[in-house]
């Protein structure tokens, strides 16, 4: 039995996701393109490694580490992700963001008094 094509997996990452990161406070990028590529980089890292990883953060071969950063990541990562408005690699952005390129990806530092 041969594996679906990736556009229908794609689409299936997509349906998914929106159902996971609607009730965290999230939704998809505004900006099309952005979403239709790191969707494909998903398809990709799921088919060499078994799980969509996000696609802009390093595996490092630590089960525990690595688990952190499936797609979406968010509840690992949700403090970090609400002070930038974003995800790290932006396929995700709070409701209401118009333009995800104006967003940092990183947080201010944090400053002590």
Known sequence: MSAPPASSRKEVLRAFYAKVV???GFTFTPDTELVEFLLEQEVV???????PFCPCQP??????K?????????????????????CWCGLFVHPGV????SL???PPPVTTP
């Not at 595996?59 to 525990?64: A, T």
């Not at 118009?98 to 390129?101: E, Q, R, V």
């Open 22 to 24: 609607e009730p965290l």
């Open 45 to 51: 890292l799921e088919g060499k490694h078994g799980v």
């Open 66 to 86: 690595d688990m952190k950063i499936v797609c979406p990541c968010i509840p690992f990562h949700r403090a970090h992700f609400d002070e930038m408005k974003r």
């Open 59 to 64: 595996l490092r071969g630590d089960r525990e």
């Open 98 to 101: 118009t333009d995800p390129d």
């Open 104 to 106: 940092p990806q990183l």
